[in-house]
């Protein structure tokens, strides 16, 4: 055997980091994407199940973190007034919040449509 061939385990561990995170930092593009029909929003969540998932059902800050992310590539979702907001004091901000647009078709729409079939 020839002992000069360099090591196989850095690529294994630059492998094992840098995939999961290009897959986490595809995931805007994804969305905007869908916005502007580039891709089909089923096969956008079918390729980002997790983050999609997590968007909807997991942890509030990773959820928020996601969300601002997918927003940031250009999901469609604006600071607008969202039905059934809670009052608290006098403060008439707490009935904003990010409402979805009418004709969005992110991955994101796609999970909760699916989040609601399930009730």
């Known amino acids: 055997m020839d002992d ?5 385990w850095p690529w294994i561990v630059a492998l094992l980091i840098g995939l999961p995170v290009l897959y986490v930092a595809l995931f805007g593009p994804a969305c905007w994407l869908c916005e502007n029909r580039g891709l089909d929003q089923r096969s956008a969540w079918i ?12 942890p509030k800050p990773l959820r928020t973190s996601l969300r601002w992310y997918a927003r940031a590539f250009g999901d469609q979702t604006r600071l607008g007034f969202a039905p059934g907001g809670k009052v608290s004091g006098s403060m008439c901000l707490s009935f904003l919040d ?17 989040r609601k079939a399930l009730r």
């Open 4 to 8: 000069d061939r360099k090591p196989l």
């Open 47 to 58: 390729a980002f199940r997790s983050c999609t998932w997590l968007c909807v059902h997991g």
């Open 98 to 114: 990010f409402v979805r647009l009418d004709g969005s078709v992110s991955p994101i729409d796609y999970e909760e449509t699916c």
